[in-house]
């Protein structure tokens, strides 16, 4: 299967782009669109980003703290924000219910399709 997108050295091109290279700057543009609507992010307050605890390599908890590719992204996002972003890992269940009761900002979730 062909695939486009950058290789690890920066270069453009077909066959040498990982599917993290493609899939990582569309979520990245996700995120960029959805934050904004949140009621956190709209008043420069610190968004919260509620997350399944026990997804590696996405996300999970290491001695205590929030680790994985879903974690980094969100900190990446903070660095280039006006926003403080924290993350709080939990049970899959109790993330959805607190972004449904809005005592979450946004969902901390990706999807790993094989």
């Keep these: ?9 920066g270069r453009f091109g077909t066959e040498t782009a990982t599917p993290c290279a493609v899939v990582l700057p569309l979520i990245l543009l996700f995120f960029s ?5 949140s009621t956190a992010a709209a008043s420069g307050q610190t968004i919260l980003f509620a997350a399944d605890k026990s ?10 703290t ?3 590719l879903c974690i980094d992204i969100i900190r990446t996002m903070s660095k280039h924000s006006n926003n403080g972003m ?10 959805q219910e607190m972004v449904l009761r809005s005592e979450a900002d946004a969902l ?3 999807s790993v399709f094989k």
């Design 55 to 64: 997804y590696p390599p996405i996300n999970y908890l290491e001695n205590g």
């Design 86 to 95: 924290t993350v709080k890992l939990m049970e899959l269940s109790t993330s």
């Design 108 to 110: 901390g979730r990706l």
């Design 33 to 37: 669109f959805a934050l904004p609507h």
């Design 66 to 68: 929030p680790k994985g």
């Design 1 to 9: 299967m062909r695939q486009s997108g950058f290789d690890h050295n």
